[in-house]
DNA sequence: CTTCCTGTACCGTCTGGACGGTCTTGTCAA
DNA sequence: TTGACAAGACCGTCCAGACGGTACAGGAAG
């Protein structure tokens, strides 16, 4: 299953990503992700042989990524608890100005199915902290608000100032500590 | 401009909600939106000379009804403040399990700038909640935590247990006091 | 020879929307 | 009271375009 053309597959995915994001989530076609992957559409259809692999291998990507990064994060800090982890590895995402997942818009377009991968994931990663956070309160308060940090971002919604920003990570991150 | 056959285009905007929530945000197509109000097509490009007409309607249907919710209980508990009304109010929208507003994700996949009117009006908000709450940090995590609770359950994510919410929505009020 | 692609031609389906016709309702004059 | 008439509300049909996907002939590289 590993190893095509060495870099085609994550060509591919950057481009659906990248049209994802400029050209509206409902208009990512997959000509439109072709022509930007400097692929032809019978290459793309080799790669992910119908649209629904494709959205699978967004979704995959996206996963892959994150837990590799929370778990370079966890090894860099190690003496930090995991909450503080995750909310510091989120804030750092939701800098970025760019919603860098917008493309979850064209996969829930598709088949709302394709969220439950991130659904699960999100279920064991909460679960996770639950266990290695003493107080549920505070765990609730600082996941909840991440979420909502995420979301924004998720939306492009750009309510908070940068102050405002950093104001409530540091906040978070004394609650969780 | 008001004052169609009476009830026409609201039974038309909670049918195509209806369409969006059951068939998926990807299928809300005006055949089906128009069959689910048991209205033909031509009544529904009447009601709405195009798909964006429906879309924008929507929205202004959503926000008009959250107005009015957020003045009514205003009004209700008038010694509260604004802040802990608009917890109240949004753990109470996100008790149903009904998503409510995955028609937004038809909207987004149409187009993203529909989601304007939301912007704006959710930043007025923010600066009105700014304006009345005097400890700020209190406001960015009460506010934060309640948009991720909106964020969970408009993605249907059902990571938090009733309990749990609960206990999130009385720790958020204590901060909000 | 196999793997990985390119390029093109094509098909079936779906969708937004334009269009012309139809039924209903209100208005007003005689 | 009645009939004429116009505007409003809605129906059914049709169409051009876009899209996902298939099929196939080739070509370059290892």
């Given at each position: 299953m590993?190893?095509?053309?060495?870099?085609?597959?994550e060509k591919i995915?950057?481009?659906?990503?990248?049209?994802?994001?400029?050209?509206?989530?409902?208009?990512?076609?997959?000509?439109?992700?072709?022509s930007r992957a400097g692929v032809s559409k019978g290459g793309l259809l080799y790669n992910f042989p119908t649209k629904a692999k494709l959205m699978q291998g967004l979704v995959e990507g996206y996963l892959r990524e994150f837990e590799h990064a929370l778990e370079a994060a966890r090894t860099n800090d190690k003496d930090e608890n995991l909450l503080a982890v995750y909310i510091r590895l989120s804030a750092n995402d939701c800098?970025?100005?760019?919603?860098?997942?917008?493309?979850i818009f064209s996969a829930i377009a598709e088949d709302p199915d394709f969220m439950m991968p991130i659904k699960t994931f999100k279920r064991q990663l909460f679960e996770r902290l639950k266990g290695e956070t003493p107080d549920l309160k505070s765990l609730l308060i600082c996941y909840l608000a991440i979420e909502g940090l995420r979301s924004m971002n998720l939306f492009d919604s750009d309510v908070l100032s940068k102050d405002e920003r950093e104001l409530l990570v540091s906040s978070l991150l004394e609650i969780a500590k």
């Open positions: 590993r190893a095509q053309r060495p870099n085609s597959r995915l950057a481009a659906a990503a990248d049209v994802a994001r400029e050209s509206g989530p409902g208009s990512l076609s997959l000509d439109a992700v072709a800098e970025e100005k760019q919603p860098s997942a917008s493309w």
